[in-house]
């Protein structure tokens, strides 16, 4: 009879105390919804209740963490759209040349190749619209040119010297967005592959350019996530899952509400046993620190570059009837050996959040190894060897490559800022298309041979002065060399409609790329740092500390 009394007795206190909630939820609401009656009802203008909600959202989400976050249905769309894989267009590259709309290149296989648009054609009107000469947006352009897959729209262009327009009817179709955004052979054995984000075909694209390489002698391989911001956490856990062994774990999810869900690979992965060295820097995030932190913690690559962002929160998917979507923060990433990658907020000081990478170039991080901020308190060790490494937010690299600013100079960031650069490297085309074309076979031939010369480079000064950029020798000469192996780059990638040619040029003087070319040929130093660690960090970590007592 007593059990029966305590058993009674404790689930009335828990039905109390549950109904206690749901009262303070129920008022909680109430209260919201008063308030939204009270404005819509009584507030001295007109008021729009859609955006009023959506701005109570907004406002809800900020005081959280610097993650969540709500979008309208146009946001959605434009946010999602790069990393699903594909959009539907008329299948062109484009660069605005003096307010008209220059072809830089055609998608093969894409609508406008398909009806006889050609690289350096200009469209000049899109369905009676005229967009040429009337300084309209980029964007504005691109909502003309896009649109449902099998709907139509028609388009002039001035092809050459010819007066007279030609007229196209093309049909849109799906249009292909590749996040592999270059893979060639680096050196005789070296596969090099640069990914730009983690879409939906991520994974899938990084093992079609692997077995490219490999058919071409790769015995080795660097990836470069330099500016990859990330992405879907799925193509991360698959791309891993090619370098690790059966019930490795790539990475697990926590939070207060999410229970813990673990990610191991399957074992069936093709690149378990290549070297590889991962290039990343200051704006890889998320699930480009999910994969350089799973294999950092397996002792699986070395790691090469500056640490990382720390975007360490995940965010579940809410989706609105309107098309709008509200993504809320439920769980935070930890490395296998427990790191978490999430950096530190305050709750609701965004502001201080974005200034973050403002904060360590000012502190020098970037720059100097010995300035480099990372908490020594927190220490980890590797799954393998038992290396040392560094929590605190972000992924620390093995190896740091300092950031080069020695060839930036005023003028440069004002012919870049003006845009001269692009449009030097737009007009050259237009003039030596054919002859470059006939000159050299491919973009390695044209990067061994190619060099702009004295007389192009005066033609270059010369637009930026008609831009309105004052010439500056001193200036010039400390950027000369960066100017024109950036100029080179653009040229390379219109000539030969490639966008990795501007890649393979411009990694000549890529300092994390070099750096990392470095230590995947010297054996000694590749497994020295898979076994040991940098004891440069080592040092810094042993100073603090003797700097505290």
């Known amino acids: ?21 749901r009262r303070s939820n129920n008022n909680s609401m109430q209260k919201l919804l008063n308030a939204q009656y009270a404005i819509s009802n009584f507030y001295v203008d007109t008021v729009n209740n859609d955006q009023l909600i959506e701005e109570a ?29 594909e959009f539907s267009g008329i299948g062109i590259q484009f660069n605005m040349k003096q307010d008209t709309l220059y072809v830089i290149q055609t998608i093969v ?43 139509k729209v028609t388009v002039q262009v001035k092809r050459g010297n010819n ?75 698959d791309m891993c899952n090619e370098f690790l062994n059966r019930n490795q774990l790539i990475v697990y999810t926590q939070g207060n509400n999410s229970p813990r869900q673990d990610a191991k690979a399957d074992g069936f992965g093709n690149y378990k046993d ?22 950092q913690d397996w002792d699986r690559a070395v790691i090469v570059g500056r640490r990382t962002y720390g975007k360490g929160l995940v965010q579940r998917p ?98 870049l800022a003006k845009g001269v650069i692009n449009q030097f490297a737009v007009d050259y ?22 060099s702009l010369t004295e007389d192009d480079m005066k033609n270059f000064i010369a637009m930026g002065e008609r831009d309105k950029v004052a010439y500056n020798d001193e200036q010039y000469k400390i950027s000369e060399n960066l100017l024109k192996t950036v100029l080179k780059g653009l040229i390379a990638r219109d000539v030969f409609a490639d966008p990795g040619a501007y890649t393979i040029i411009i990694n000549h003087r890529n300092k994390d790329v070099q750096e990392a070319l470095r230590v995947i040929n ?16 080592d040092r810094l970590a042993r100073e603090r500390q003797a700097k505290k007592k």
């Open 1 to 21: 009879m007593k059990k029966f009394a305590f058993t009674l007795c404790l689930l009335l206190g828990i039905a109390l105390l549950l109904g206690a909630q």
């Open 57 to 85: 959202i907004r406002g809800m989400l900020e005081s959280l963490d610097p993650h969540s976050t709500y979008t309208d249905a146009k946001e959605t769309k434009e946010l999602e759209e790069p990393l699903q894989g």
């Open 109 to 151: 296989g894409g609508p406008s190749e398909k009806v006889g648009i050609l690289a350096g054609d200009r469209i000049v009107t899109v369905n009676d619209t005229v967009i040429a000469g009337v300084k309209m947006k980029n964007s504005d352009i691109m909502k003309r040119l896009r649109g449902k897959k099998g709907t």
């Open 163 to 237: 007066p007279e327009l030609i007229t196209f009817r093309i049909t849109r179709d799906n249009i292909p967005l590749y996040s592999v955004d270059a893979a060639y052979m680096i050196d005789g054995k070296t596969g090099y592959i640069q990914i730009s984000r983690f879409g939906a075909k991520t994974h899938e694209e990084m093992v079609e350019a692997i077995e490219k390489l490999l058919d071409q002698g790769m015995k080795q391989l660097i990836i470069d996530l330099g500016d990859n911001g990330g992405g879907y956490l799925n193509s991360a856990v």
């Open 274 to 295: 290549m070297k590889l060295v991962v290039i990343v820097d200051q704006f890889s995030a998320s699930a480009s620190e999910i994969f350089s932190g799973a294999m």
């Open 318 to 415: 809410f989706r609105f009837d309107d098309g709008s979507m509200m993504r809320l923060t439920v769980a935070r990433y930890y490395t296998p050996s427990g790191r978490c990658i999430q950096k530190p907020y305050t709750k609701g000081d965004k502001e201080h959040y974005e200034e973050d990478l403002l904060d360590r170039s000012k502190e020098g991080e970037y720059f100097h190894i010995d300035s480099i901020q990372f908490n020594d308190s927190l220490t980890y060790r590797t799954l393998k060897n038992e290396r040392i490494i560094y929590g605190g937010g972000g992924i620390m690299p093995d190896v740091f490559v300092p950031l080069d600013t020695t060839e930036n100079s005023k003028y440069y960031r004002d012919m």
């Open 429 to 450: 085309v237009d003039k030596n298309r054919e002859r470059i074309k006939t000159e050299y076979t491919d973009v390695h031939d044209f990067d061994r041979r190619f």
């Open 522 to 537: 010297d054996d000694k130093l590749y497994n020295s740092l898979l076994q040991h660690g940098n004891t440069e960090y």
